[in-house]
């Protein structure tokens, strides 16, 4: 075979416009006539139409194309890519409704609407449908979370109570990590990496699996150096980490198989006793069936386990089973159901020390939910109701019912008003319950427990959201929450002496999210996003609180960012990206901009340059903690090479 | 750049708080496309009128090894016609003669057997269409490829001269590439 004539860029030339408007056309005819249940509507289409049509996108179910009544911003392949980012967290800054703030070389808070804290526990985070937030305290280990960000399709990220689809942490968010499959990550990749604060490599095999499937392994390593305090001290936290990991996927719609897993380890130097020691494993299966009329099934399973030595602090083994189970129907031409279940358990075994204990140190946890959610088509596309909710079991209280209603009114193709009105519960974890620490004077003077009678917190969240497309070169989102907070935590007197986790606080937040995006040339993409915050949490009469507010999390009442994505001629890109984060009142953190730019060369078909630079505005500025334990986040310069054959 | 804001203003409109259930979403729709584009390539082609046994002979597309498809399929013909004659899927199996088709679509199901379809089309004036890597080098027509999350196509010119095909120019300048030569 020879003489390829063209090798086709023409969509890249498309003019942007039209190539939007063909998109959203496409999908508003997909939406529109998949409620008769006919694909016949993808037929009249145009060629290049047809051409143009992202599958994701479509894939969705399709009455949801349109009107997604939630606050979701979705940070693509491109944009991680872009943003020359080299972990997880890192990519999470894309997201405007997301706060993120470093700690040191490995501790990240990461929160949406408010309560940022390394111990953050009201967001729920998922890589392939794995819930990775920790039963300890309901939170991310983020040194323990990562794949290869190369292989990432996208990160959802869904600001406000996902809980009713998704599960009971879902309080203030998800996260909704999703590699490609693996018949869109075949060959090879290699990935290598050096900078002044980090150095990294990769690589990953993809290839056929028979007649109709595929897979890939990967591995990657990375070492990053110590961070320094303010006071120029070392914080003693240089890290090296290395995971490899696999993915296969099999069959077709009728059905369709996933089997996935990861494997990691890592150590970390700590100042006193010796290195924290972290590693973990993990084994997914899905199961997916297309049925005839719509209706899909789909069954997934899997067992992860994690470990975690801190010397002098405490040690952990942790094996988590879990398994759900979903099935979407069509009832009639008025409803869209969607039903399910899960089961978790969790075998915690916690070596203890004189310092942290969880009692028992040996614990069996278990979960059970039922869900089922109804999305009904009250005036066609323009106007849908979905009522749903879940029914949640946990280790430590009865039965939590997790309720909520969305409406969407569609007035035209461009434009969505949205609003919801969810209940959702932050259940207890081991650390509100099983945790007990001696008393540390000066800086813990008495005892804390768990405390026996801790209830799960509950939140009300009232969202107003408008969605548009002025013109096809720009697009906007502005969400306004209202949430009400109940049986927050706090730390009250208990017997002889010892304070006792109780659930004396409440209080209220309000916000507005805001994004959007502009096309300013064909080769230059703008995008902007704000956040504004106002919480107001104060403890109930009668609590003898005296940790105070602040544990409740340290949060900026505004954070905005600003990015340019430039093509260049010859295959260059030139991306910039400036954010503030407004100060943090307790403990104090003064609020600081931060420019990272990124210049990148594709001097070969496959092979590319990249050279990042961060926080170029300043040589070092602090993003989260107390003065003595945080950690000052340097610039960073970072060269990279991609190659893929 | 236009690809990128499409996909950020449709992402932003499309994302549905389901998307455990993308995975199987995603093959059905690569389904779905696949076959709209099958019944669009009819208006693309011209048979030679030796394709067609008799003049009313209702134009005809086997399927093999891909039945998700031919039921999508079959729901788009439904009602339609092409060149003025009626549509009819049908499903068909390996060693099936081709006579009276003028599309043959070759599901990926059928792996290692392509080869051994194709010959027998080989020469016919029957469009081959296929979603296997190097299904062109065997003979096929028109392969499905996977760009970008994006269903695209290759030609192969050569097969489909020697099948009396004349395939549009419109066709071509979507393809993702043009194989003129063998």
Redesign the interface.
Known sequence: MGGIVKVDKKEERVNAARACITTIAALAAFAANAQTGKPSDLADLSLEELANLEITSVSRRPERLSDAPASVFVITGDDIRRSGATNLPEALRLAPNLEVARVDSRQYAISARGFNNTIANKLLVLIDGRTVYTPLFSGVFWDAQDTLLEDVDRIEVISGPGATLWGANAVNGVINVITRRAAETQGTLLVAGAGNLERGAAARQGGKLGADGAFRVYGKISDRDQTSRADGTSAHDSWDSGQVGFRADWGTAAGAFTLQGDAYRGTIDQAAAGDIRISGGNLLGRWARQLSGGDRVQAQAYFDNTGREIPGTFEERLNIFDVEFQHALRAGSQHSVIWGGGYRRADDHVTNTAAIAFLPADRNLRWGNLFVQDEIALRGDQLRLTLGTKAQSNPYTSTEFLPSARIAWKPDASRLVWSALSRAVRAPARLDRDLFVSAQPPVLPQPIAGGPDFRSEISKVLELGYRAQPSPRASYSITLFHSVHDRLRSVEPGPAGARVIGNEMEGKTDGIEAWGSFQAAESWRLNAGLLVLDQNLRLKPGSGDTSGIAAAGNDPRHQWNLRSSLDLPGRQEFDVMVRYVGPLPSPSVPGYTALDARYAWQFERGLELALIAQNLFDRSHPEFGAAATRSEIERGVFLKLRWSL | ?????????????????????????????????K???L??FSG?VEWPPKAFTRPESPFTIGVIG???LAA?LE??V?G?TVLERAVVVRRMRRGESVAGIQMLFI??????RLAEILAVAKGQSVLTVTES?DA??HGSMINFV?VD????FDV?LPQAERGALKISA??L??????????
């Open positions: 750049m236009s690809l990128r804001l499409c996909a950020l203003v449709v992402s932003l409109a499309a994302v549905a708080p389901v998307s455990a259930l993308a995975q199987v979403d995603r093959a059905a729709a690569e389904t779905q496309i076959a709209a584009f019944y669009k693309f891909a039945d998700e999508e729901q788009i439904k339609r599901g990926q199901a059928e792996g290692a890597e062109l080098a996977f999350d994006k269903v695209r192969a419109r066709l300048a979507v393809a993702r590439k043009v194989l003129t030569s063998s």
